[in-house]
């Protein structure tokens, strides 16, 4: 587990010992009882929600931005001549593609670990991000991307008539 998960957990957590009654009007209810309870437990449950729906907000975001950072790497790379200049953008974005999958790693580890967390805690996964539905889509969008399926086969189907066929060799 990730620190930051890790010192939020300990944050949020209050163990207390209560009378908890379950039943106001039964005086002599046999649930009735001290019990050790986290009183925390509502904010901790909320604090990992919001931190695992940021997570899953800002981590594509960071892989965009990982897999800009490597190809900027990987140009710098082509273009590496030997001289000053080529050598310092090297090194630069290969730095800046480090920092940039060493946070998209971090980014990971923490969704993770907050989302094991959160099980732990209520017995239950959650996740922010919600597949829509093919049904909910509304109409004219519906025919749009008909269109557009079509528009994208006849590419194919063009594409694939201009190829040239290739013939297998006989074999003698």
Same mark, same amino acid.
């Given at each position: 587990?990730?620190q930051?998960?890790?010192?939020?957990?300990d944050?949020?957590?209050?163990?207390?010992?209560?009378?908890i009654?379950?039943?106001?009007?039964?005086?002599?209810?046999?649930?009735?009882?001290? =019990?050790?309870?986290n009183?925390?437990?509502?904010?901790?449950?909320?604090?990992?929600?919001?931190?695992?729906?940021?997570?899953?907000?800002?981590?594509?975001? &960071?892989?965009?931005?990982?897999?800009?950072? $490597?190809t900027?790497?990987?140009?710098?790379?082509?273009? +590496?001549?030997?001289?000053?200049?080529?050598?310092?953008?090297?090194?630069?974005?290969?730095?800046f +593609?480090?920092?940039?999958?060493?946070?998209? &790693?971090?980014m990971?580890?923490?969704?993770?670990?907050? =989302?094991?967390?959160?099980?732990?805690?209520?017995?239950?996964? +959650?996740?922010?991000?919600? &597949?829509?539905p093919?049904?909910d889509?509304?109409?004219?969008?519906?025919?749009?991307m008909?269109?557009?399926a079509?528009?994208?086969?006849?590419?194919?189907? =063009? $594409?694939?008539?201009?190829e040239?066929?290739?013939?297998?060799?006989k $074999?003698?």
């Amino acid at each position: 587990m990730s620190q930051f998960i890790q010192s939020l957990i300990d944050n949020y957590t209050h163990t207390e010992e209560l009378y908890i009654t379950k039943n106001n009007l039964d005086r002599f209810e046999t649930n009735d009882g001290w =019990q050790i309870v986290n009183t925390l437990n509502f904010h901790l449950e909320r604090k990992l929600k919001r931190e695992i729906q940021d997570l899953e907000f800002w981590l594509p975001r &960071q892989e965009s931005r990982e897999a800009t950072a $490597k190809t900027n790497c990987q140009s710098a790379h082509a273009a +590496y001549r030997g001289d000053e200049i080529s050598t310092t953008n090297y090194k630069s974005r290969a730095a800046f +593609y480090r920092a940039q999958k060493f946070a998209t &790693q971090l980014m990971r580890t923490d969704l993770a670990a907050a =989302q094991s967390a959160y099980k732990e805690l209520t017995g239950a996964s +959650y996740t922010s991000i919600e &597949q829509q539905p093919v049904e909910d889509i509304p109409e004219d969008v519906r025919v749009m991307m008909e269109e557009m399926a079509s528009l994208m086969m006849d590419e194919w189907e =063009q $594409k694939a008539a201009n190829e040239p066929e290739v013939k297998a060799k006989k $074999k003698a």
